[in-house]
């Protein structure tokens, strides 16, 4: 019997999650995987704690709470500058990752070619290849990860039917531009193609730095799948909480799938949640500070050290480069770096195709600042 579908085949467990398990083997301090052991807001918390009190513990609608959806739709009118009717445009979902495969089994089909920027989110190029669709790629190049109009272009094949963008970036902690976005938005029209849009770290960024939503530039709503998450805004990576907006025809068919794939988002994690939507400006803003202060520990170190950082614009991840370690896969060197210093990171191969990413690794700052400063202080060991 055949133990595995075709579509499977050399598909492995993320490096993420293997990270995870070899870090607490060595009882390390897990900056691998992006597991957000950030507060979670007690409104939050308690919200959700009083929803299963009173019951609300059956199914919700596959779209999710209306009063969820109504807020959600409110957020993105005044965070986002996207207008999306909480009735056919909004779905709420289990995770960014299920609003990710709601939207590629819901609106392609197998052998359509996807195009992903390099590094990418594992995650993204797994799914894809589950669904069985043709994962395609543009490298965007370290430590700058400029998209250009003209490689995009030259990267469309006639099997192209849809381009995935994650920003702020998952690895590289990129944010796109609006430039980046327009010549996005002209491509996408040549080529009638589906943007999926993964912005789950949309709330964490640098510098000032304002977060431009792809549906929001030039003609980019008409064709673009909205993706957020909550896991990282309130520190809820374990509660499995996003949302998909996408244009009423292209929604249809993600709530659909969701419904079949999930039945719903948790329901009483919903009603948590709706408390975040009421929280105050000030929750995001002292959150970034504390994102900033941790990012600076962390870079400083790696930079310290002799692993130069490349600082993210946004999200809560830093690629470093260890050439210094001397080792040929980015995978014996991110064991090597837990074996000397306890610390545990995500090779690099994680997120690439080719060999650009041999001499990087990824590390998670989305911690406790003691736990950030113990990880800059062993890293000292190097
Ligand atoms: N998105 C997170 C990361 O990139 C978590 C992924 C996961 O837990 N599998 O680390």
Redesign the pocket.
Known sequence: MQTRSSRLVGLDQ?P??TMTRLCHEHGGINL????CQMPTPPQVLAAACRAIEADYNAYSYPEGLTELRSLIAGKLRASNGIEADPVTQITVTAGTAAAFAATIHGLLDPGDGILLFEPY?G?HLAAAKVAGLQPEFLGLTAPDFVLDEEALRAAITPKTRAVVVCTPG??SGRMLRRSELEALDRVAAEFDLLVITDEIYEEIRYDGREHISPATVGELGKRTVTLMGLSKTFAI?GWRLGYAVAPAELSSAITLVHDLFYICAPTPLQHGVVAGFQLPASFFIEQREQYTARRAVLCDALDRVGLPAIRPEGAY?VLADVSRLGQSSSLAAAVELLERTGVAS?PGSAFYQGSEGDQLVRL?FALPMDSIEEAAQRLGRL
């Not at 691998?32 to 597991?35: H, M, P, S």
């Open positions: 993320s993420i999650r691998g995987q992006g597991l989110y995650y998952n690895p990576t991840y995500v998670c």
